[in-house]
Nanobody, 123 residues
Framework: QVQLVESGGGLVQAGGSLRLSCAASGRTFSTYGMGWFRQAPGKEREFVVGISRGGGNTYYADSMKGRFTISRDNAKNMVYLQMNSLKPEDTAVYYC????????????????WGQGTQVTVSS
């Protein structure tokens, strides 16, 4: 079992940057693909990006390419989401999640979820 805790959210002006972190418990972290999702008020949760177990492969939603970067540090049981050039439409609760799927994309089954961290981008 994996427990996930996100941090790093907050209020930022449009054009600014934030780095989200996701801390995972357990000794099997490196056996999970990891993903970031977000959910804006009144909208469905959407996939942002995923990263493979070893970090060698990443899978971005088309709309997230270029501004968001995912990375992981298996020695520290951490996953990160660097977000640049933020826009008001990026305002959402951001979640990290773990999947046993080899390809941590939008169609994978994610078995473990964090509680989320709020990101608010002001115009």
């Amino acid at each position: 079992q994996v427990q996930l805790v996100e941090s790093g959210g907050g209020l930022v002006q449009a054009g600014g940057s934030l780095r989200l972190s996701c801390a995972a418990s357990g000794r099997t972290f490196s056996t999970y693909g990891m993903g970031w999702f977000r959910q804006a008020p009144g909208k469905e949760r959407e996939f942002v990006v995923g990263i493979s177990r070893g970090g060698g492969n990443t899978y971005y939603a088309d709309s997230m390419k270029g501004r968001f970067t995912i990375s992981r540090d298996n020695a520290k049981n951490m996953v990160y989401l660097q977000m640049n050039s933020l826009k008001p439409e990026d305002t959402a609760v951001y979640y990290c999640a773990a999947t046993g799927s080899i390809i941590p994309g939008p169609r994978a089954r994610y078995d473990y979820w964090g509680q989320g961290t709020q990101v608010t981008v002001s115009s």
